[in-house]
């Protein structure tokens, strides 16, 4: 990857980098319990949270060369409801989240769709993203993207320490990739559904 988070636009949305003014926002996406259910942290508590949230997740991450961690903001006010992240690993994995008030609008798919696009202009072999089986809209999202389920898996998820079972999607952009085996290996109860 040779870019840096470029600003996107889509018919309803700006897909921007996060910066120091949007601490507010960021504060209500990562505060919003409904939200964070399905995600790998506790939601925030307190403000100053927040701040910590940008600098860990975002002003280190852009002093890099490389990677894709969007605010997903609607036009009409710039200001993120949610983000959009890609892993700059090994897996591609794609990762989204919205507050509550702005489930149900297609926002989400409208958003991953612009980032898939560019994904693809940019070089990127393949992406990956995985739904805890109790989250049936996220793998809706995934389905959307054109991504297919590949394997199931389950891992005992930190922090929240609890035990998730996960579905896999993969999308490849190169038709010689395969299907990315690494958590099919890592974690020993997985299996194929069908779904």
């Known amino acids: 990857m040779a870019v840096n988070t470029p600003q996107l636009y889509t018919g309803r949305l700006i897909l921007r980098k996060f910066t120091a003014d949007d601490i507010d926002a960021i504060y209500e996406i990562y505060a919003d319990k409904a939200a964070n259910v399905f995600l790998p942290w506790h939601a925030l508590t307190k403000f100053a949270q927040a701040e910590e949230v940008y600098r860990q997740k975002y002003a280190q991450f852009y ?10 903001c609607l036009k009409d006010d710039n200001v993120p409801i949610g983000y959009i992240h890609l892993a700059d690993d090994d897996s591609f994995d794609l990762g989204y989240g919205l507050r509550r008030p702005f489930w149900g609008r297609g926002i989400a798919t409208e958003a991953c769709r612009a980032v898939v696009d560019r994904l693809k202009l940019d070089g990127v ?8 089986v109790n989250n049936p809209a996220s793998g809706a999202v995934m389905k959307k993207l054109g991504m297919r389920y590949t394997y199931s898996y389950r891992e005992q998820w930190q922090p929240k320490n609890i035990s998730v079972l996960f579905r896999m999607y993969q999308l490849n952009f190169d038709a010689d990739i395969g299907v990315f085996k ?3 290996y890592m974690y020993p109860e997985h299996f194929i559904e069908e779904i």
């Open 63 to 72: 002093r890099r060369r490389s990677g894709y961690r969007y605010a997903v």
């Open 125 to 132: 072999p393949f992406i990956t993203a995985t739904h805890d």
């Open 182 to 184: 690494k958590y099919w």
